[in-house]
Nanobody, 121 residues
Framework: QVQLVESGGGLVQPGGSLRLSCAASGSIFSIHAMGWYRQAPGKLRELVAA???????TYAGSVKGRFTISRDHAKNTVSLQMNSLKHEATAVYYC???????????????WGQGTQVTVSS
C-alpha cells in the first residue's frame, strides 16, 4: 500500500499564497506521476496540476501562471505553490500518486485524505 499525507491547507485572504505539500510512503516502486486535484462543494473533482516522473507539468487553465507544482525526489514529496489566490480556489485539495504496475502494465492511483483550502476576506 501507498499512503499520502497532505499538509499546508488553511485560511488565506484573496491575493494571498499557500503552499501545499504531500508526502508519500509505503510500497512505492515506480512513480509515473503525482498531482493535485480539488473538489469544491457541489462540484466534481478536477485536476489542478500534475507532474510526471520526467518532470513534465500540466495545469488547469484557471490556475496556470499562478500555481506551480514541484517534486522532491529525495523526500518523495510533491508540492503546490499557490499564489494570487481567488475565492474560486476554495476547495478540498487531494494529492494523487500514479504508480506503474509492472505485472500486466498499466497504472494504479493512490489518493490522500485531502486538505481544506479556504480563500476568504
Amino acid at each position: 500500500q501507498v499512503q499520502l499525507v497532505e499538509s499546508g491547507g488553511g485560511l488565506v485572504q484573496p491575493g494571498g499564497s499557500l503552499r501545499l505539500s504531500c508526502a508519500a510512503s509505503g510500497s512505492i516502486f515506480s512513480i509515473h506521476a503525482m498531482g493535485w486535484y480539488r473538489q469544491a462543494p457541489g462540484k466534481l473533482r478536477e485536476l489542478v496540476a500534475a507532474i510526471t516522473s520526467g518532470g513534465f507539468t500540466t495545469y488547469a487553465g484557471s490556475v496556470k501562471g499562478r500555481f506551480t507544482i514541484s517534486r522532491d525526489h529525495a523526500k518523495n514529496t510533491v508540492s503546490l505553490q499557490m499564489n494570487s489566490l481567488k475565492h474560486e480556489a476554495t476547495a478540498v485539495y487531494y494529492c494523487l500518486l500514479d504508480q506503474v504496475v509492472h505485472i500486466g502494465g498499466g497504472y494504479y492511483d493512490y489518493w490522500g485524505q485531502g486538505t481544506q483550502v479556504t480563500v476568504s476576506s
